[in-house]
């Protein structure tokens, strides 16, 4: 038994540009009702529509979607963004003394979600509106009307937001200031050593790095005196280690107060979280949130793509991870040997191990961050010099295509315009099949770069920098705000790509899963953050990984059930065990 909900994108949706013959097709005309234009938007009855997907395929801008949802969901709604607008069923439950993660696809109400507990948006049970006592009825009998109470009654919670790139748009002045004025409990000189912050005091936001925007994001947040706390995606632009340095500082704060924490990093929410909720649905459209589960368990089933307990299928196909490692290249036709060399910049060293770059091989870049990884990248893209100019692709005729760490709208265009003057083919079967559907770029094509969010721009950003004509492709994180079946797309894509047009491909990252599945080879860079960096030449993966891990002395095992990397426990006998073997990876439970 199913009943349907009607959505419109309100971004996509273009009335003024729809010519009055596209009415016909809506489900509203063909039952006999009429097509309603509210604030210049389409609005569809969803009492009269029979779903029969007319005016989906018909819609020229796609900003149609007819959904049949399962009747046990019918009266569960929490908030819904107006009349045929997104709709959230169900709220994640803070627990005292346990960290609970919220994991599941972008789109699917996660942020909602973090926005209603932590009392940002009052929830309207997908109505126009609803008062507290209808709310309060709505969660009679669940854990959830306590806090819902409390909520109102003054307690007080603390956000950790998402996008941590606006926070120079909103704050000037330097790190030491706004840590200053966000400390409420006098823990400030703590917090800065645990997330080692101290280089960072004295300069201005606008300077800072990513990972260090990070950090200062987490480290404002729990130094509120709140109640509860809600980080929004902790590990963008983290390296492995501060990734753990986070996750001690997070169960540390769970000990005393409630801890809610959104993230895609499935090993270090493995690693952190003691409960976990799954977000599934159709993005922009609907999401469900689940029951809570044990981790290791509610991983799995996302993984597997299967809810047992609900009955549902989220995914047509499980993620997978290869078992045997590690993984050559096939071809070994060497396309560059670059040399050894040396870069110096703003009292920064690196010293580059030289190396070889085969056809049809993806080359992962791993390391802490400050140690080079990008510079280096940045030298073989030509947008930086060598100390002796020993690296020149150009004079080998080579070309190359880059996409940086930090990206950024620089042109007022629509993305297919955007998309299509790097590479008019862009609309053809071939890259639709191969790069727009599988990363649902199409659905973007008639938004304007500056409207799109990190995630959506960072899709199309990958796209970009593959549909250019080159014969080595860098990308640096590409993992940023992307979700796990995204980085799973991402993957496969530049894996195909990589072996179909015998290109080489150099992507850095900080994501395991991502490293794990894209790669054939690892460069390892190591050194003293912010100082001097050292890369290795191009190692086999399991090389490469036991030298990285070690250097962090960090140790991986794999679930015997999913085969995906987990991250042991520090000190726990699995990892004293591994040390011991200096088997620091690809180890089995």
Known sequence: MEYRIAVVDRDSCKPEKCSQECLKYCPVVRTGGEAVIIEDKAIISEELCVGC?????????????IVGLPHELEGKEVHRYGQNGFVLYNLPIPRKGHVVGLLG??????????????????PNLGKESADWDEIFDRFAGTELLDYLKALISGIRTSVKPQYIEAIPKVYKGKARELLEKA????????MVEKLELKNSLNRDVKNLSGGELQRLAIAACFLKDADFYFLDEVTSYLDIYQRTSVAKVIKEKAEDKPVLIVEHDIAILDMLADYVHLSYGEPAVY??????????????QYLRGYLPEENIRIREKAIEFDVFQPRESELENIMLEYPSFKKTLNGFRLEVEGGEIKQSEVLGIVGP??????????????????????????????????????IKAEVEKSVAAFLTSINPMVNTSYYKTEFLKPLRIEELMDRNLNDLSGGELQRVAIIACLLREADLYLLD??????????????????????????????????????????????????GEPGRKGKSSKPLNMKDGMNRFLSNLGITFRRDEETKRPRVNKLNSRLDREQKSKGEYYYYFN
Do not use: W
């Open 369 to 406: 961050n400050a140690t080079g990884k990008s510079t280096f990248v940045k030298i073989l893209a030509g947008v930086l010099e060598d100390d002796e100019k020993k690296v020149d692709l150009k004079h080998l005729e080579l070309k190359t295509s880059y996409k940086p760490q930090y």
């Open 287 to 300: 999401g469900v949130i689940t029951h809570p589960k044990g981790v290791r368990t509610g991983i799995n």
């Open 183 to 190: 400390d409420e409990i006098g823990q400030m000189d703590v």
């Open 53 to 65: 997907g007319i005016c989906i395929r018909k819609c020229p801008f796609k900003a149609i979607s």
């Open 477 to 526: 994180e590409p993992s940023a705000h992307l979700d796990v079946e995204q980085r799973t797309e991402v993957a496969r894509i530049i894996r195909r790509f990589a072996l179909n047009s015998k290109k080489s491909v150099f992507v850095v990252d900080h994501d395991i899963y991502l490293i794990d599945m894209i790669s054939d080879r690892l460069i390892v860079f190591d």
């Open 105 to 122: 696809p972008n789109g699917t109400g996660k942020t909602t979600a973090v926005r209603i507990l932590s009392g940002q948006l009052k």
